[in-house]
């Protein structure tokens, strides 16, 4: 049963950071692609950040470029998001992703419908 589990959210004030953590289970964890989305109350799901099975590369969205960092850990069948200088705006509810697809496009690793497995969500508050 393929598995993700997200964990590390919270509340946080401005400025402030956290780390938030994917568990993957169920699957060959190097043959996938992991993302972190995230979505805020009545708004779309968008991608944070990614980091792609074939080479290791990492891209965020322009929104948290400067300010968060995307990690694997092979060993531990994790993926990593650390997130500093958090804002009130990145308030939101947090997914891990993975994909088994290899893009020519590497900006279409930010959309949500290229995701085969999907975890429940992590949420993060972030006050001002």
């Known amino acids: 049963e393929v598995q993700l589990v997200e964990s590390g959210g919270g509340l946080v004030q401005a400025g402030g950071s956290l780390r938030l953590s994917c568990a993957v289970s169920?699957?060959?964890?190097?043959?996938?692609?992991i993302a972190w989305f995230r979505q805020a109350p009545g708004k779309e799901r968008e991608g944070v950040s990614y980091?792609?099975?074939?080479?290791?590369?990492?891209d965020y969205a322009d929104s948290m470029k400067g300010r968060c960092t995307i990690s694997r850990d092979n060993a531990k069948n994790t993926v990593y998001l650390q997130m500093n200088s958090l804002k009130p705006e990145d308030t939101a509810v947090y997914f891990c992703?993975?994909?088994?697809?290899?893009?020519?496009?590497?900006?279409?690793?930010?959309?949500?419908?290229?995701?085969?497995?999907w975890g429940q969500g992590t949420q993060v508050t972030v006050s001002s």
């Open positions: 980091i792609r099975r074939t080479d290791g590369s990492t």
């Open positions: 992703a993975a994909s088994a697809k290899i893009l020519v496009k590497l900006e279409d690793y930010g959309l949500a419908y290229v995701y085969d497995y």
């Open positions: 169920g699957f060959i964890f190097d043959d996938y692609t």
